[in-house]
Nanobody, 128 residues
Framework: QVQLVESGGGLVQAGGSLRLSCAAS????????MGWFRQAPGKEREFVAR????????YYSESMKGRFTISRDNAKNTVYLQMNSLKVEDTATYYC?????????????????????WGQGTQVTVSS
């Protein structure tokens, strides 16, 4: 079992930055692929970014590439999402998710259904 707790959300003006954190329980964090998703009101949850256990394989949603950076610190059991140049349309609840690398295998890790564990989410609100 893996428990995930997100933090770092809040209210920020357009053009600003936030760094989200996701702390994971368990001693096998380094064997998990970690992903970030987001869900805006009235919309489906969408993929943001994901990172494999070595940090050598990283995917981003095209719409966020260049503004968002995913990273992880396996010693701290934490994955991060640095969000820069935030836009009003980035307003959403942001969720982190985890799946064992062995289970994901060569999957892209961009689909919600790929993940077994989810955090409770952290709200990000970007004002104009």
């Amino acid at each position: 079992q893996v428990q995930l707790v997100e933090s770092g959300g809040g209210l920020v003006q357009a053009g600003g930055s936030l760094r989200l954190s996701c702390a994971a329980s368990g001693r096998t964090f380094s064997s998990y692929v970690m992903g970030w998703f987001r869900q805006a009101p009235g919309k489906e949850r969408e993929f943001v970014a994901r990172i494999n256990w070595t940090s050598r394989s990283i995917y981003y949603s095209e719409s966020m590439k260049g503004r968002f950076t995913i990273s992880r610190d396996n010693a701290k059991n934490t994955v991060y999402l640095q969000m820069n140049s935030l836009k009003v349309e980035d307003t959403a609840t942001y969720y982190c998710a985890a799946v064992n690398q062995a289970k994901l295998a060569y999957g892209s890790g961009t689909a919600m259904t790929s993940y077994d564990y989810w955090g409770q989410g952290t709200q990000v609100t970007v004002s104009s």
